[in-house]
């Protein structure tokens, strides 16, 4: 939120430095992002322009300083026709010491073109010759100066500026047109220098979305008294309650709704001070009821809506219009103030009439009761509305304004009325309108003011500072809280303008946030907590699912993290285009954040498959994994399922070009299966099996299942051909597991056995062997193991033959045996027994040969 420094000091005046006064919002909680200054001299050592530097570690510092000499108010006396150039003209004007003639081209001078000697004289910014200024051609903020040059055979050195050439705002359309009583030849600076605190508001802080909430904020930190703005409005007119009624239905999401009434208007532009300080608080000057409505808004944090009275009684064909507060119709639209045809959701509130809808609450209007040139007559509403139904309607409708900015954050009702009044006044001094008489309030449901109760030895043990009764309740006073001790005891009210303090040990909470920030953070002195710890839960989940991390990543992979919304479509992709999808029902958002992340994710493979397709065509070697839950529901609409999964993905070669020697093949079945083999060992599990299956993502003869024991943890394999088709990928083929990881640390053994480290030397011996072409290698190494009992420590494949000296429909299978005695070295008798057995066993089991 941008806070311009002149419009602070009409509610609290102080002599502080602007550095200093961005230093103190900062360390209360109101972080000043940047301060620009507008006119006014900027510190030492700081920069004009946009680059500028920082007045903290943290406030960004910008603008442009007018130099009292060069930039001063001047008056147009007369414009007259450029004698060689059509678009340009030529302007008498006086800057209090002299008259000079200056060239411009600003379209907003040529309806006075020779219309003579002007009874009303312009008001200007003018800067003289050798003047800083920003280009005003520029597409940035470039510093020039003036300087003295001919254009179109007139000599020019001087200019009329634009709010662009001065720092104000982007707007290079014309000069800027000051009000009529800007005294000729006074300084620019010190008629209108400013600066502007740029705040980054927090959700749960509306009470500062204003310039009132602000000052508020400056007044308890520095102690300067706070001004309130004058909320008196004089009312001549007809009783209000002739001209319209209220009828609110649904009073938990608008809990107060006020109009007046203000008839007999001229809509024209706002005066230029109301303008000014408009665009520096970063809003678009409109017309003076519009803008009496926004700067109402800015000023005390009220949003209000102007409605053209005469649009609503041609809707009710003349009868008294009625406003209705109610939810949407089924199928009822409305065309907004932006021009786009809304549908509306069914919690959306909405302000209408007996004829429909008229505008979406809090949040904007609608276009057929708009404020226009030819308005004359003005319904102006001030309500409140429930913040969160104002955040979902957001949501919903992708749509911002500053209304909704802060109608989300919580604006209390007790502001509605106040705005309403001050907003009334405003337009009848701009306009000279009547305003009616008194107010049509509804105000079904006053929100409760907490009252909470503190002590010292709450704020020492919570703030760990010392301070009296007397010293806490002058702080909350301050702050506009009421205040009451009693003993060692103080009793705050939350002020009416507040909806951030809850009761009980919350608002307790809240209390102490405020004492915090007003007593200063960086004063509260380091202490070490005195309170006992409470007892230390380990979660053994988490730190299992962490170990799998650890190892996957030592084993070479890296780790991804990716949506868990998706759309059914996107998530359809990892499975062929035939294939059945499962049977288990979506889990939808109320109100996702993009139209393609509208459900909970159903599959983890199809969320990594996404990363590969990003990645592959900017990286040749891919190997990456993801854990993360899965979201299955249920017909009954319980909560969801959430099951944890892992995925890993390969593809690519084993290793990148180096200036050694590399394995540069391609990575395959194998790789992911040696991944999973020796993560499942360094978890401890047993009896670990890969079966051929067949999976819907998998490539058909290329997928295994995973099996520990009995049970069924996961898949592997190639990437079937049609599921790559869905995806833009290169051609190599692409591998993947996709496991159920809480299945597999749910088998992981709390403690597990350890052998010590032999101290006796091995045997090795190879074993070659000739068995079908259909079985399994895997099945053989069960029946080696088998028979070859506790003295066999471990058994490797390593060499697969197939060739005609072994005959068709036959393999070799070689595999490298080690023996091992914890006790002694074995002899060769003792291993020639076990390697004996085992080829017996193999002859009679698989029906295999040794092969010679």
Request: glycine letters at 8%; a negative charge.
């Amino acid at each position: 939120m941008r806070v311009p420094f002149s419009w602070l000091q009409d509610f609290v005046k102080i002599d502080i430095s602007i550095e200093e006064i961005a230093r103190r919002l900062t360390m209360a909680g109101l972080e000043v992002e940047e301060v620009q200054y507008v006119g006014l001299p900027l510190p030492s050592g700081k920069t004009e322009g946009r680059a500028g530097g920082h007045s903290g570690p943290e406030t960004k510092t910008t603008g442009l300083a007018w130099e009292p000499d060069k930039i001063v108010v001047g008056s147009i006396l007369e414009v007259m026709s450029h004698p060689n150039a059509d678009r340009l003209v030529l302007c008498r004007l006086d800057d209090g010491e002299q008259e000079h003639t200056l060239v411009t081209g600003a379209p907003n001078l040529f309806p006075f073109k020779d219309k003579g000697a002007l009874s009303h004289p312009l008001k200007v910014a003018y800067a003289r010759e050798g003047a800083r200024i920003f280009d005003g051609h520029s597409t940035g903020q470039e510093l020039t100066t003036l300087k003295r040059a001919e254009i179109r055979g007139v000599e020019s050195y001087s200019m009329a500026c634009s709010e662009k050439e001065l720092g104000i705002s982007d707007d290079h359309e014309g000069v800027i047109l000051l009000d009529e009583d800007a005294p000729t030849g006074t300084p620019l600076v010190d008629y209108m220098g400013d600066a502007v605190f740029d705040i980054a508001v927090k959700p749960n802080t509306a009470r500062v979305a204003s310039i009132l909430g602000v000052a508020r904020e400056l007044a308890a930190l520095t102690g300067a008294k706070l001004k309130e703005p004058s909320y008196n409005v004089t009312s001549k007119g007809s009783p209000i309650e002739t001209l319209v009624e209220i009828e609110i239905q649904e009073p938990e999401l608008n809990p107060r709704f006020v109009l007046g009434y203000i008839e007999g208007i001229a809509t024209g532009p706002s005066p230029y001070w109301m303008q000014r300080r408009l665009t520096l608080a970063g809003m678009r000057p409109i017309n003076c009821i519009v803008d009496a409505t926004n700067y109402v808004m800015l000023e005390i944090g009220e949003p209000l809506h102007a409605f053209d009275y005469d649009a609503l009684a041609s809707r009710t064909e003349g009868a008294k219009p009625k406003i209705i507060t109610r939810l949407p119709e089924s199928g009822e639209s409305l065309t907004t103030l932006d021009g786009e045809q809304r549908q509306l959701d069914d919690f959306t509130v909405l302000v209408c009439d007996t004829a429909g809808p008229l505008s979406i609450a809090g949040v904007i209007g609608g276009a057929e009761t708009e404020v226009g040139e030819q308005t004359k007559r003005v319904l102006l509403e001030g309500a409140a509305w429930d913040f969160i139904n104002i955040r979902r309607t957001l949501s919903a409708q992708r749509i911002d304004s500053e209304a909704s900015y802060r109608f989300s954050r919580g604006v209390h009702p007790a502001m509605a009325d106040r705005a309403v009044r001050r907003a009334l006044e405003l337009m009848r001094s701009l306009t000279g309108g009547t305003v009616a008489q008194g107010l049509i309030d509804a105000y079904p449901l006053p929100p409760k003011d907490p009252v909470v109760e503190i002590t010292p030895e709450d704020v020492q043990r919570w703030l760990g500072i010392d301070l009296k009764p007397k010293e806490m309740a002058e702080i909350l006073r301050r702050l506009q809280f009421e205040v009451e001790t009693k003993g060692n005891t103080v009793h705050a009210r939350t002020p009416d303008h507040r909806l951030d303090i809850g009761e009980g040990n919350v608002g307790k909470a809240d209390l102490m946030e405020e004492i915090a920030r007003q007593y200063g953070y960086d004063r509260i002195p380091e202490t070490l907590i005195t309170d006992e710890l409470p007892p230390l839960y380990g979660n053994p989940d988490l730190v299992l699912e962490e170990r799998v991390r650890d190892l996957l990543v030592s084993l070479g992979l890296q780790e991804v993290i990716t949506y868990r919304l998706t759309s059914i479509q996107r998530e359809a992709r990892h499975l062929p285009p035939a294939s059945p999808r499962d049977d288990k029902p979506y889990v939808h958002l109320a109100n996702p954040i993009t139209s393609d992340r509208v459900v909970m994710r159903h599959s983890l493979l199809a969320s990594v498959l996404e990363i590969v397709e990003r990645n592959a065509h900017v990286r040749d070697r891919i190997a990456l994994f993801e854990i993360g839950p899965v979201f299955l529901g249920s017909e009954e609409g319980a909560l969801p399922d959430e099951v944890l999964k892992l995925v890993i993905a390969l593809t690519g070669p084993r290793a990148l070009p180096t200036w050694q020697d590399t394995d540069e093949g391609r990575m395959d079945f194998f790789d992911l299966k040696g991944i999973l083999v020796e993560l499942l060992k360094d978890l401890h599990l047993e009896n670990i099996r890969f079966e051929p299956h067949e999976h819907p993502s998998f490539h058909p003869g290329k997928c295994a299942r995973v099996m520990i024991a009995d049970k069924h943890v996961g898949y592997l394999g190639e990437i079937h051909p049609l599921v790559r088709e869905n995806y833009d990928l290169p051609e190599t083929p692409l591998m993947a597991a996709d496991m159920n990881l809480q299945t597999i640390l749910a088998g992981v053994p709390e403690r597990y056995d350890l052998a010590q480290v032999p101290t006796f030397p091995p045997v090795l011996e190879d074993l070659a062997i000739v068995v079908e072409e259909e079985l399994r290698a895997q099945e053989v190494e069960d029946q080696i193991r088998s028979a070859g009992g506790s003295m066999l420590v471990d058994v490797r494949l390593f060499d697969l033959y197939r060739g005609d000296q072994i005959g068709a429909g036959k393999k070799s299978l070689a595999y490298a045996l080690t023996y091992q005695a914890p006790d002694r070295t074995l002899t060769d008798e003792e291993v020639a027994k076990v390697r004996g057995r085992i080829i017996k066993h193999l002859e009679k089991k698989l029906k295999s040969k040794l092969r010679s």
